[in-house]
């Protein structure tokens, strides 16, 4: 019987000879970190690298909610309020996320703000019935939002990338028209070049800086575009300031008729399965940027803590539903912004998160910021919706390409797109259907959206591709059922006999894997282990899902190389692990462990 080395689970090596195992890995580290999440620091670092976290987070929260509702043709009176309500909710929340309460808080800098995902949707709503409208769509959405932390590992498979990126590129599509109508809004008596001329400086100077600017000019650029807009704006004579003396400098300003709609019509209706699927999508990319954060805040690389995303995304819902009581556009995380902080300065301590937040929340009380906002022109506002929009363009095609293209992933997203546009131009349910659910069919972002996810369904379920499962009682006794299910599963794919063993290999090292830990658990009663098997060309994907609370799977494989002795007895199957699979994942979630192994074969 081979003898196993206890660093690397390889055959142990000849006396006097070091094992590859033990050498302690150098790559992956991130030397221009100073201060980890959970590391102390001094206060005045501390407040040096809060004061620029403000300075990052301010540009964009007033420019999304001034796009937000000069776009959306509200009063001043409004715009004030949402300056100062959105820097309150940002402020607390930011320093919300900082925490590590149970089910709240990331335990890191994440910056929050109002975020661009809902500026279109935002918009509509502001249109079609004012804040009144907006404050109850936002509302179900966080309620939506809150539960999707507990949902999103059950849709993986149905929100999928081609399913996202389809909604992303619809939603642009829709609000083009509405940022070109904000570019023609000048007075009668301005020469006909004056809108057109504003908005192109505007949009020439964010992207001449954000091709070629790097650090915080990038960060700044949308704030230095609007100035230079609104200087050519002066020159054109276009560029109003009435009001703004009237405004105090310190003060709350609260907009009469702010309240929840408690009777939705129409548009409430037709509007909803939008916000609830841009709401979908935005926490699907949430997801990334709680994992960018969590990467940037440690010297180390490691695997993502997945219930601390859980928590981040709990915490959004909080915001995005402080936003909807407020009547404001929502408050999720900025992910850029807050990796930007932790790269520029070094700093990527927690404690950051609380001087960032009260400073947010120390700035809401100018309602002057907010009446010098109101004045910049509609051109302006409309080239920067613009560019905001060919981004949010681009996100979702990056989103569908992501994972490669092909004449399936074409299809979906050409007829989804094209649906969701031809009913946007068109009156077609709506003449057919009285009521709200005419007018709620006519809706280009829902049938679109709805298109794209029966069309991958399809695709899902009449593939070549078929899901075996088995469910079965986390302990060692069920290796035997267990290993009987992939054995037979090899036998339909004619795999050969090495390709067999190694399945096999896998299936068990990886129960006996996640059954050490749970050894030493009290609870008497079997967790219960559902084992998903997805056949392919040449491989099979073995996804295994289990209630267990213990260490990431992912994270010791990860490790282990660095240690060279004292390796318990069930590390060892985790090593073995790693070289009958060809990839391990784990993604560890708040009563929820999945662990997908990836095993190669061919046939025999």
Not at 28 to 54: D, M, R
Not at 144 to 172: E, K, Q
Not at 311 to 324: A, C, E, H
Request: net charge neutral; aromatic share 6%; with cysteine.
């Amino acid at each position: 019987m081979p003898i196993y080395c206890r660093a690397c689970a390889k055959t142990r090596p000849e006396p006097g000879q070091n094992c590859p195992g033990s050498q302690t890995p150098t790559k992956g580290i991130n030397l221009s970190l100073k201060y980890e999440a959970n590391e102390t620091l001094p206060t005045l670092i501390a407040l040096c690298a809060g004061l620029q976290g403000v300075v990052l987070a301010l540009a964009p929260i007033l420019v999304v909610v001034v796009v937000t509702s000069r776009a959306g043709g509200q009063s001043q009176e409004y715009l004030t309020w949402a300056v100062f309500a959105s820097l309150i909710i940002a402020g607390l929340l930011t320093a919300l996320q900082g925490t590590r309460l149970p089910r709240l808080g990331a335990g890191h800098i994440m910056i929050m703000g109002t975020t661009p995902n809902f500026v279109a949707v935002s918009v509509l709503a502001l249109t079609e019935g004012g804040p009144s409208l907006l404050a109850s769509l936002v509302v179900v959405a966080s309620l939506f939002y809150l539960a999707l932390a507990n949902w999103l590992p059950h849709l993986r498979r149905v929100i999928t990338p081609v399913v996202s990126g389809t909604v992303l590129i619809l939603l642009a599509l829709t609000i083009v028209p509405l940022s070109f109508d904000r570019i023609q809004e000048v007075a009668e008596s301005a020469p006909a070049a004056a809108g057109p001329v504003t908005a192109l400086v505007t949009l020439a100077v964010i992207i001449g800086m954000v091709l070629r600017g790097s650090g915080p000019w990038r960060l700044w650029s949308p704030l230095i575009g609007i100035g230079a807009g609104c200087l050519t704006a002066v020159l054109f004579g276009i560029y109003e300031i009435n009001g703004l003396d009237d405004s105090p400098w310190v003060g709350i300003g609260i907009p009469e008729g702010l309240t929840l709609d408690l009777t939705p019509g129409v548009s409430f209706w037709a509007l909803l399965p939008v916000f609830l699927v841009v709401t979908l999508v935005g926490g699907v990319k949430n997801i990334g940027d709680n994992v960018a954060i969590q990467q940037a805040s440690r010297r180390q690389s490691r695997v993502t803590d997945f219930r601390l995303v859980q928590g981040s995304l709990n915490t959004n819902g909080v915001g995005i539903l402080l936003s909807g009581l407020a009547g404001t556009p929502p408050t999720t995380v900025y992910s850029s912004t807050s990796v930007a902080l932790a790269s520029m300065t070094g700093v990527a301590a927690r404690r950051v998160g609380y001087i960032i937040g009260a400073g947010l929340v120390f700035l809401a009380f100018f309602p002057k910021l907010a009446a010098l906002l109101v004045t910049i022109p509609s051109p302006v506002m409309g080239s920067y919706l613009v560019l905001a929009i060919g981004l949010l363009f681009m996100e979702g095609v990056r989103t569908v390409i992501q994972d490669g293209l092909d004449i399936r992933k074409v299809v979906v997203v050409g007829v989804s797109v094209s649906v969701g546009v031809g009913i946007e131009q068109q009156t077609i349910f709506a003449d057919m259907i009285v009521g709200a659910w005419g007018g709620l069919l006519d809706n280009g972002l829902l049938m679109g959206a709805l298109t794209a996810v029966v069309m991958s369904q399809f695709v899902e379920l009449t593939g070549a591709q078929r899901t075996y499962r088995l469910q079965t009682t986390l302990e060692d006794s069920s290796l035997p059922r267990i290993d009987e299910f992939v054995t037979g599963l090899a036998a339909k794919l004619n795999w050969n006999e090495a390709s067999t063993l190694r399945l096999r290999s896998a299936a068990e090292e990886t129960l006996l894997g996640l059954t050490t830990e749970n050894r030493n658990e009290s609870d008497e009663s079997p967790r219960r282990l559902i084992i998903a098997a997805r056949p392919d060309s040449g491989f099979i994907e073995l996804e295994f899902m289990a209630v267990f609370d213990e260490e990431n799977l992912q994270d010791r494989l990860a490790h282990l190389s660095q240690e060279s002795e004292g390796v318990s007895e069930g590390e060892i199957p985790l090593r073995l692990l790693r070289h009958y699979a060809s990839s391990v994942q784990h993604q560890r979630y708040y009563g929820l462990d999945i662990v997908t192994v990836r095993v190669n074969g061919a046939s025999g």
